[in-house]
Every structure is written in C-alpha cells, then in structure tokens.
C-alpha cells in the first residue's frame, strides 16, 4: 500500500524513529510559516524498524547544516535528493562530534543562557548509540527529546 | 595553555606530580622560605560570588610566589552594568597572566577559556565543578593516608549543588575509591554525575544515613547545605540542619580517619570535633596555598625545582 506519492523535485527523509516526523519539521523550522508541499506520514510499518516516519520536502533541498540538525533525531535517517522524480543524490546525516550553533543549551544557569555572549553555543556528541549530548560549556546531559525546543 | 577546568584536564600521573610539587613549595607557602618562582607575574582574580579561601589563598600563594594580584569582583566593576562574561575576559586577558575565576553561572570557567588566551583556573562555576579544591582535598587526604589507592570515602551533605563533592569524587574515583553519598532525597548528587563516576568507579552507594558508614570510614567529607543555591526558603527549610556530626558519633571510627570539610560550616559540623584526632579540616584549607601555588606553576609554564630554597 503507497500511502506516500513520489515528488518531483525535493527531499524525501526515509526511516525516520516512529513518531518523531513532527518533531523533525520543527527543528527544520518547516511547521509554520513556509509554503513548501509537505507530505507526512507516520507510524508506518518498516522492515528495517518496525514503524517509521517519511517526510517528502518539495522544492527544497536541505543542506548539509540543516541535516546535521536531523541527527540529533534521527541520526539512522536516509536522506534523498529528488530531481525530476528520481534519486540524484542520497545524503549521509553525520552527527559529527561536535554541534555549533544548532541548538542552545536548555540548563537554566548555563552561561550561555545570557544571549548577550557572543560565543558559539556548543553541544558536545558524547556517544552516538545511544545518543547522549552535552553542554560544551557546563556539561549538563540535554534530553534529546526536547532538543527541538532549543534549535536556534 | 594549561587550563583547569575540570579534574578531566589531570591524568592520575599529573596529579600525583603536582601534589609532590605542593609538598616541595610547604615552605614556601607556610613564608619559611621565599622562592619568587613567579615574580613578573599577574594573576587576575575574578570572583563573581562570595570567597574568603578560595581567593585569599590564591592572592598567598601567587604573592608568596613573587608575583602579584588584581582582584576583581561583581560590585565596582562593569560587570555590575552588564558587561559580558566575554568582554570582561578580554580585558583580563590583557591585563593578567593568568585568570581564576568563580562564577554563578555553570561553564563559566569553560567559556572564559575560550574566550581568552590565558590560562584559566576554576575555582568554582555554579554548581559545576571546583578542581583546585579538590587538588588541596587530594593533598590533605594523602598527608593523612600517606596514599590515595582504594580509599572508603563518605561525601556528606550537599551532593547536589556541592561542587567540591563533584570534582572530588570524580578524582577519587579514578584512584579505586569505595564512595558512599550521603545526602537528603532532594540533594543527591546528579544522576549523570553519578553515572559518570560508577562508569569509572568500584562501589557506589547513596544512602540518606550517614551513621551506617561512619565506622568503616577513611575518609568523612561532611559539606553546607548551600542556603544560596535554593531557588526559595521552604526549600531551603525542609533540609537545613538534616546531618549534625559530632565528637560522640566517632567514639567507634577507625583511628586514621579524618573528617574533612571545605568550609565554611555552619552546623552540620561541631565544634566538639575539632578537638578530636580526626578534624583536618582547618589544615585542609590552609593546603589551598601550596596546592594552588603549584597550579599556577604548572599553568604559566614554570619548573618548581627539586629543592625549593
């Protein structure tokens, strides 16, 4: 059953965690206020998973920076660019060692809750499975599943 | 630059170097001896919350030293008219050569260290960590075990806000330490602390009964309940007062146990103790000069000879 269409020209993020696609288009800054066709569908069954979420993104193709803003999601995510209905490049979402400048800290009494600092916040990639993220700065653990509230 | 952040920037070898580079500068620090090993040199004491040893035992030892101090505090400073932690640290990058730092907010200590060029020493980052306090704790402990392998280590009190006990315990950890945490349900120290530490360590117990382990103890670290760090007074209330030691509870206590306290007390530590065999913990804050002086040495790059006269 193709419960999702094929789009033409796009993004189209496979196999993302059951339940987190919503979460996803927040932290793309792609929930409110944008005019791309989206289309969404969750909770999917999936042979590699069990259950996923797709997410196909018309006419626009994320870039790296945005990407790596996915990882810390849905880092086993396959990215796909669309053109003219076929794959013409698949992207490898690296989370890397280190995130600057994608989301802040959420610990209250972080230094860099004062947003006069001008120092790049920074969260540390402690491990990736499981995924376990730290402040740079004061060290503090970040709970994954509210990061999408502290994407800058 | 070497910074001290957290104890992570010591391996087990630097410590143990650097505790006998402290006992080689005693004399130094007790004024027996003047050694001008950082003469020319500025420190920049930078205390955004309250300290009487922590600062004063910096000013000592880098005075004692030959160097000299600029101290610089939130009030009468810019700071007070909302000056970034970042502009105030290019300021003492120019003006020092070599900055402590104790802050309220957490990486605070971090942060300077990127911000600037200079080597930065923690003394205290919210309640985050404070490794020059656990250097001095590290050399009072040694002094009275003569070694610090597999110690029994009772951290008493405020686990939670208590910066000493988190960077103490991480050091004693890596040493074979057996660690018991003693502190009300609300004060434990934080999980990913705790974490951190059975990771690294042997045996980790938390327990709100401190007189279960009073007897098997090496080591007794009893700590304040940080009134300052309560978001309000009921909070602060219901805990306040909850652990008292005193001389009767150590009637049973193993002769080489010391009790240990990074000050200041207000009650949970009696004064009938300090009369006792165990109490060492007004020798523990004046550890603070020859520990700190021998920071400052290894920050700025300076060789602290074999004899020191």
Known sequence: MRRVTAICNGTAIDHIPSGHALQLLKMLRLDVGRSNPISLVMNVPSGKMGRKDVLKIEDRELNQEELDRLALIAPKASVAIIR?????????????????????????????????????HKL?????????????YCNREQDIDEIADYIL | MA??????DLTNEEIIELLDIAQRLLPVAKGDVYAPLLQGKVLGNLFFENSTRTRMSFETAMKRLGGEVLNLSSIGSSVAKGETLYDTMQMVNGYSDIAVIRH????????????????????GDGAGNHPTQTMLDLFTIREAHGDLEGLNVMLVGDLRFGRTTHSLSHALVRFGATLTLVSPKSLQMPAEIVSDLRANGKDITETEDMSAGINSADV?????????????DDEYAKVAGIYKLTASDLGEAKGSMIVMHPLPRVNELCASVDSTKH???????????????????????????????
């Open chain 1, 84 to 120: 003219n209905y076929a794959v013409a490049e698949k992207r490898r979402i690296d989370l890397g060692e280190e995130l600057v400048n994608i989301a802040r800290c959420s610990f209250s009494n972080c230094i860099t809750q004062n947003p006069n600092e001008p120092l790049p």
């Open chain 2, 104 to 123: 309220p907010r957490q990486g605070a200590a971090q942060y300077s260290a990127d911000a600037v060029e200079i080597p930065i020493l923690n003394a």
């Open chain 1, 124 to 136: 540390r990639v402690i491990s990736a499975d499981p995924l376990e993220i730290r402040c740079a």
């Open chain 2, 3 to 8: 910074d001290l952040i957290t104890m992570d």
């Open chain 2, 220 to 232: 007794i670290y009893m700590t304040r309940i940080q009134k300052e760090r309560f978001p309000d």
């Open chain 2, 279 to 309: 109490a060492k913990y007004f020798e523990q804050a004046f550890n603070g000069v020859p520990t700190r002086m021998a920071l400052l040495c290894r920050s700025l790059g300076i060789k602290v000879p074999k004899k020191v006269t």
